[in-house]
């Protein structure tokens, strides 16, 4: 009875752990559109992409040939602006340049930009950021302009490792204004929405649970809110929350039902 079980059990797990090591390799590409009166008529159909967790390094098992080839699928896509979530490597330096000397490549009319994960050097990564033309920002922000209207991109310091301030990242703007924050966690979602103005949020950080319980639940999500927080789009009054399951992975190079993301925004103009 216990040999029927075992080799049931064996049926059963082989093929799950043979797809977890399979999964990151396909990324999957989700788009969502973001509808606001807030949003210039300038910017109505302007596509942002938000790509985070890159977690280059050897035992990750991505490389700088894998964040290439994201690269050229990013670039195929035209966006209009790309944002960087943080975690470009798994706190070794050697990959840093590797991984922006790829990144550099990125192109958006509207500007490329990008914060910090816990997992970054942060003086290396910064540096190396700005060499590859990449406009970082941390506690600020700026104006994208289009003609004569504009929205606002701020961010804040990842909530572990960093300082933040969702004031500074919004600055003078209004209730009339569009403004995205970068936050690579996303647990600073509470304090965005109580202590600024923000439409919409962009964080990475959780990988989506990583190992899920085809995706329902994730035993371990690096969240203290647990899975309320681990994926997708979420709400708090005026303000969505959009969580990526990032590209690479951590501990293990293995996924299941979290696939790796990239993430499209659609702008829509509500009228």
């Not at 509207?110 to 060499?131: C, F, S």
Request: glycine share 8%; charged share 20%; aromatic share 10%.
């Amino acid at each position: 009875m216990l040999k029927k079980i075992a080799i049931i059990i064996s049926i059963i797990l082989i093929p799950c752990m043979i797809y977890s090591l399979i999964e990151p390799y396909h990324i999957e590409t989700k788009e969502i559109v973001i509808e606001s009166s807030q949003i210039p008529s300038e910017f109505d159909g302007e596509k942002i992409v938000f790509l985070s967790d890159f977690h280059q390094g050897s035992w990750s098992f991505f490389d700088s040939k894998r964040t290439k080839e994201v690269v050229n699928q990013i670039n195929a896509m035209n966006p209009d602006i790309v944002l960087l979530g943080g975690d470009y490597v798994s706190d070794n330096p050697q990959y840093i340049n590797s991984s922006f000397s790829e990144l550099s490549k990125l192109h958006a009319p509207l500007g490329v930009y990008g914060v910090l994960g816990n997992n970054d050097p942060k003086e290396a990564t910064i540096k190396a950021m700005q060499d590859a033309g990449i406009t970082y920002i941390k506690n600020d922000g700026l104006w994208i302009k289009k003609n004569n209207s504009k929205i606002r991109i701020g961010a804040v310091g990842d909530l572990y490792t960093d300082s933040q301030n969702s004031r500074y990242a919004v600055g003078n703007a209004t209730e009339n204004d569009f403004v995205v924050l970068l936050s690579h966690n996303p647990d600073f979602f509470p304090y965005a929405t109580t202590k600024s103005k923000i439409d919409l949020m962009l964080s990475g950080h959780t990988h989506g649970g990583q190992i899920t319980f085809f995706g329902l639940w994730a035993p371990i999500v690096h969240s203290e809110y647990g899975q309320k927080f681990r994926t997708g789009v979420k709400h708090i009054e005026n303000t969505t929350l959009i969580i990526s399951n990032g590209l690479g992975t951590s501990i293990i190079p293995a996924r299941f039902f979290a696939p790796p993301q990239i993430i499209v925004i659609k702008l829509k103009k509500k009228y």
